[in-house]
């Protein structure tokens, strides 16, 4: 049955264009936790060969999101957010993972931990806390 | 002197493959104020049809350093941010302007917002604050 | 009648004990915006003389909610801000001047800098950015 | 030992005047991981009978601090926050409980979630996020 939702977020995920662009796979769901999974390669890169910032705040945003919409069993946007980034993302695979904190009538408030892993080793990169909101 | 300040700043944007990628410009600069433009595409949606809020979060983030370079007059990165999103994306261009409020001897804290065009009428989307330091 | 929405700014403040207890004034009031002045006595500082930061936090929080209501036209709360903190604050006043930069519905997102009075001398000690809901 | 260290840390709260104007207790402390604890009074309370949120944003960054200060093992000001207030604070004590997420060789990034207990059962009503640089 995880399967089943993990199989349809990731068909969510599918009809965003820029998470197609990008390459992002929704890896686990548990509860409001979710994982999304980005591979990394050149194009996601600055010009210090580290992945993005913006590559980084897109995988919050979007996981922020998963996760409220979990919560608040609804399509929602996420309406802000903070980020702190901690370490150069170098390596070969970003995981963001985020869960909900508080979720309420009509918004949730989620964090997100992203992680990048390089030669098999998994380091905290970014961490970011947000607020998720219906849009129906 | 100001079109080859943008210049070697439209320059520097170009050593990101993600900016590449994206298709970001350079499009104005005066003391530490920057303009970064974006035209929208289809890649850069979500499932709504909106620009993607990852999109508008990698332009505060690249606009932030770009403004607390000029103030810092150094290389850059942005340590953490904060973004609003005040209203949907949606029309054929995005503009995102930062200007520093501070600077110091080692991180400027910076302002940005982000405009998207529709139809030739300019509208905040999107607001973001953030910490920029040297790299070197 | 500015100075009547300021009087009645003034008395919706002295109903808030922690407002009185730290000795916060409305000191000015055009449109959206406002500000709010308090006079630094020891009480409000922490362990280096400066002024502590949870009072800048409170001063942001308080300012930011004040523009949103007058955007909202509204009791409000802010829901959720965040301050970057630029310098110490040192000094004998500090003022807090916050704007909306967007309005709908129901939430406005609204900004606010922080000024510390040295010697007549007025610097940037604060910035924030945060969102502002109605309550009723 | 834990209680030596609780009783040092208490000692430091105390050289903050602000602090001893609110009434801040350190209650825990293991690791980088630190409780502080407020009885709620009127004079902390805004004009619906709630607590300020500036004194929950106060308690944010104090105890984001003392979690940075801990992680760093030097005198450390927290340079800048977020944070999201989930549900009015009603009730007669507060707990923020904060731990540090990534420690580098100058500064930290830790978190917060501050807690509200009302009649014995304790309710999340706050949750940050920040940046905790070293003084010295």
């Given at each position: 049955m995880n399967q089943d939702l993990i199989a349809r977020a990731q068909h969510t995920l599918e009809t965003q264009p820029f998470s197609i662009l990008l390459g992002t796979k929704v890896t686990k769901m548990d509860g409001s936790e979710v994982e999304l999974s980005l591979p990394i390669r050149d194009e996601l890169k600055q010009q210090h060969g580290?992945?993005?910032g913006g590559v980084l705040a897109y995988l919050a945003d979007n996981s922020l999101t998963f996760s409220g919409a979990l919560a608040l069993l609804s399509n929602c946007v996420t309406s802000e957010?903070?980020?702190?980034?901690?370490?150069?993302?170098?390596?070969?695979?970003?995981?963001?993972?985020?869960?909900?904190?508080?979720?309420?009538?009509?918004?949730?408030?989620?964090?997100?931990?992203?992680?990048?892993?390089?030669?098999?080793?998994?380091?905290?990169?970014?961490?970011?806390?947000?607020?998720?909101?219906k849009t129906s």
């Open positions: 580290f992945v993005h957010m903070k980020i702190n980034y901690v370490r150069p993302a170098i390596g070969e695979m970003l995981h963001a993972r985020a869960k909900t904190a508080y979720s309420g009538s009509s918004q949730a408030v989620a964090t997100c931990e992203i992680y990048v892993v390089n030669g098999g080793v998994e380091k905290l990169c970014a961490i970011a806390q947000g607020t998720i909101v």
